[in-house]
């Protein structure tokens, strides 16, 4: 709690010094989701604790999710599959090019700042690895154990985007079993894989609200939510 305090006058200071302004300001973090598990009242949950040799289907994947702190450009989600490589590339060919599209359109100057916590998944030199086209991005790491306090995506924006999964999954699990003729537990079984979580995670990133991500910031930033 400490640390947090202190660092938010040092955020802020940094904001100021630097002229940064909300569309320009990005915060990135990763979640587990477990794309394929149901929550325990549920039918299938039931009938699946039933079958021999039982183990609960909850294949986990790891998300990034990042938005700006005006809340009006989301970046597509990074998959992660464990190679810590893969969070450059994410930065290289999708934030960057993103943000550059997005500022140019908004009339706004080019320079962003990306905060990131201090996760093994971040490469400590992340600015050395941005493309030299994108060096107008700038990096900030958060101080170590203030992700719970200060972390934007990590106040209820995460959790905001796990409901509305969970919500397009039961609904993605309505339409199958009213205009097919698969049963529920066939297209759970056999048709529900990557492809088709990938269409709920997408429509599930579309229902966060700009409202939901812009009060995210009123811990770490809040002149930006004011």
């Not at 905001?160 to 529920?184: D, I, Q």
């Amino acid at each position: 709690m400490k640390a947090a305090e202190d660092y938010i006058k040092t955020f802020s200071d940094l904001i100021k010094a630097q002229g940064y302004i909300s569309q320009q300001v990005f915060n990135c973090d990763e979640t587990g989701l477990f794309w394929k598990k149901m929550p325990n009242r549920t039918y299938i949950t039931a009938e699946e604790k039933m079958m021999p040799g039982h183990k609960p289907m909850k294949d986990r994947l790891t998300l990034a999710l990042c938005a700006n702190a005006s809340g009006d450009c989301k970046i597509k989600p990074l998959l992660v599959h464990g190679s810590p490589g893969s969070f450059v590339e994410w930065v290289n060919l999708v934030f960057g090019p993103t943000v550059k599209k997005y500022l140019q359109e908004n009339n706004l100057p080019v320079q962003a700042l990306l905060i990131l916590d201090n996760a093994p998944a971040h490469p400590p030199n992340l600015e050395d690895d941005i493309l030299e086209e994108l060096k107008f991005i700038k990096v900030l790491y958060l101080p170590p154990n203030t992700t719970p306090i200060l972390q934007p995506m990590d106040q209820q924006v995460i959790s905001n985007f796990k409901k509305l999964y969970t919500k397009h999954l039961f609904r993605r699990c309505f339409e199958v079993t009213e205009s097919t003729n698969l049963t529920l537990q066939e297209f759970w079984k056999d048709h529900f894989n990557i492809a088709i979580c990938l269409q709920i995670i997408y429509q599930a990133w579309l229902g966060v609200t700009t409202k939901t991500l812009t009060s995210a910031w009123k811990k770490l930033w809040p002149e930006a939510v004011a």
